[in-house]
């Protein structure tokens, strides 16, 4: 472990590998302070200009954008009340009234730094436990594999935003959308009707940008006349004191910690992580009257957990290649598209790859720290760009990146349809994430099952019989079931008599 880290630290310490993580973690934080743009967004833009990068170079280039785009929404989210990114919802509670409050920089510099710690606990965490686990998940067959995957679907519906049906419908839209192409047991186009350019399949790249980009550019161009409310960005207060650092110590450890055990549950994203972080901080707080009136505590929890999920979440990605997160299941596209498979074997095919990542992880943490410190009032004026000048540039380069995939119109009008699909789904309040997952998911877990069921002659006996498929498959059904049941029990409780108590 130490000679696989310390060989690319000394690699991302040269010149180029440097460069890239500064730049992505520069262009994250910019992004991630514009409202409406998003990480899941410039992630999928910049897919198309790694094709001809180094591995390593392009891995590291979208770790540092991963890293910065979470933070970078911590801006907007406390001077405008618009949180950058969904993950920064929660900081948009106590953050934008102590700005209001006339103390703007004193909540940025809380935010910062605890952006810093939640990533370096996660960081270590990262470190610790990707090996063991992708160890661990070799011993894994066929069957263990589906309902691992099985499971992961399942967990990411149960905790979309809305009902867990429309997460459900969300998610097999998406397994649907991955089946047209060749069969890949049989050899036989399916659902292609006839349309040669489907043998292949819809690709990954125009869906992705489609799906986040397109679909945010409309939904940019509906609301475009919306004012924002600005607040003087000053930076007095951001340096934190050795006493604010002795007093929030425990809150930032607690929140992390929370934050990279959501992380590593795949699909939830720092959303939920900062959710959970920020009541456990108000439940356990001295002053729960202060939250949501500018609490300390309260910016502090927000802001390590959910910069605290990105190293949780690249754990179930690097050990077992299950997405921990959105943004995860497109860094598994890139790593596809450089022709690595992300699994347990992982450290053994691609070693450097993962060590990389790891790095990556570390140096971007610490660039971020560093970069929103000294750039905040600079980062905070480009979040007013008029988005009418920013829309079409952004469209320009979701065309120009599809097209340069195959040079082929057909990816291009791909990609305009899934931007309206992702258009549509979002206003109906059908989650993207369940989407993109499933479509990145199923062809695995298809592939999975059917090498079983070859195994065993059809049987999927082996389900039933083996410990851990069969765990799999119980936590898939008590997930399932439970939303349910909870509904279910408080529909009763409801129409129980005043007075009556329920058996």
């Not at 610490?366 to 000294?374: E, K, R």
Request: hydrophobic share 55%; proline share 6%; glycine share 12%.
């Amino acid at each position: 472990m130490i000679e696989g880290l310390t060989g690319a630290l000394l690699h991302l310490m040269t010149p180029l590998p440097f460069l890239y993580v500064l730049i992505g973690t520069v262009a994250g934080i910019v992004v991630g302070a514009i409202p409406g743009l998003s990480g899941a967004m410039l992630i999928a833009l910049t897919l198309p200009l790694t094709f001809y990068m180094q591995p390593v170079n392009a891995i590291v280039l979208l770790i540092g954008m991963y890293v910065g785009s979470i933070t970078g929404g911590l801006i907007t989210a406390t001077l405008l009340r618009m949180p950058g990114t969904p993950s920064n919802v929660v900081t948009t509670f106590d953050g934008h009234p102590m700005a209001m409050a006339g103390k703007p920089g004193r909540a940025l510099g809380l935010g910062i730094a605890a952006s810093f710690v939640g990533g370096m606990v996660s960081w270590v965490v990262l470190l610790f436990l990707a090996k063991p686990l992708s160890i661990w998940a070799t011993r894994f067959g066929p069957f263990e594999y589906f309902t691992l995957i099985l499971m992961a679907m399942v967990l990411i519906a149960s905790v979309s935003q809305g009902s867990m049906i429309k997460g459900l419908v969300s998610g097999f839209l998406g397994m649907l959308v991955s089946m047209p192409g060749v069969d890949p047991s049989a050899g036989q186009p399916r659902l292609t009707w006839d349309w040669y350019v489907l043998n292949g399949g819809l690709k990954l790249l125009p869906v992705l940008i489609g799906i986040f980009a397109v679909s945010q550019v409309i939904g940019d161009i509906v609301t475009i006349g919306k004012r924002m409310e600005r607040v003087e960005t000053r930076v007095s207060g951001m340096l934190m004191s050795l006493k604010d650092w002795r007093d929030q110590a425990w809150n930032m450890f607690r929140s992390s910690i929370i934050g990279t055990w959501v992380g590593i549950l795949p699909g939830i994203g720092a959303s939920i992580g900062s959710i959970m972080a920020y009541t456990t901080a108000r439940n356990m707080s001295r002053h729960p009257e202060e939250f949501g009136r500018g609490s300390e505590e309260g910016i502090v929890a927000s802001e390590s957990a959910n910069n605290a999920t990105i190293g949780g979440a690249l754990i179930p990605l690097i050990a077992m290649g299950i997405p921990g997160s959105v943004i995860d299941a497109i860094l598994i596209g890139a790593l596809m598209i450089h022709s690595i498979t992300p699994g347990p074997t992982l450290f053994i095919t691609n070693g450097d790859i993962v060590w990389a990542m790891i790095a990556a992880c570390l140096v971007a943490n610490i660039l971020m720290y560093v970069v929103m410190m000294g750039s905040v009032r600079v980062v905070a004026r480009i979040m007013y760009v008029p988005r009418h000048y920013l829309l079409p540039v952004i469209l320009v380069f979701c065309v120009i990146g599809t097209f340069a995939l195959d040079n082929t119109m057909f990816d291009v009008w791909v990609m305009l349809a899934f931007g309206v699909v992702g258009f549509a789904m979002e206003k109906g309040g059908f989650p993207l994430g369940p989407f993109v997952i499933g479509f990145v998911l199923a062809p695995l877990m298809e592939e999975k099952l059917r090498s079983g069921l070859m195994m065993t002659a059809g049987s999927i006996e082996p389900i039933f019989t083996r410990p851990l498929p069969l765990i799999f498959l119980i936590i898939s059904i008590i997930l399932l079931v439970w939303p349910f049941f909870r509904a279910w029990m408080e529909s009763r409780s409801r129409r129980l008599p005043a007075g009556a108590d329920a058996p």
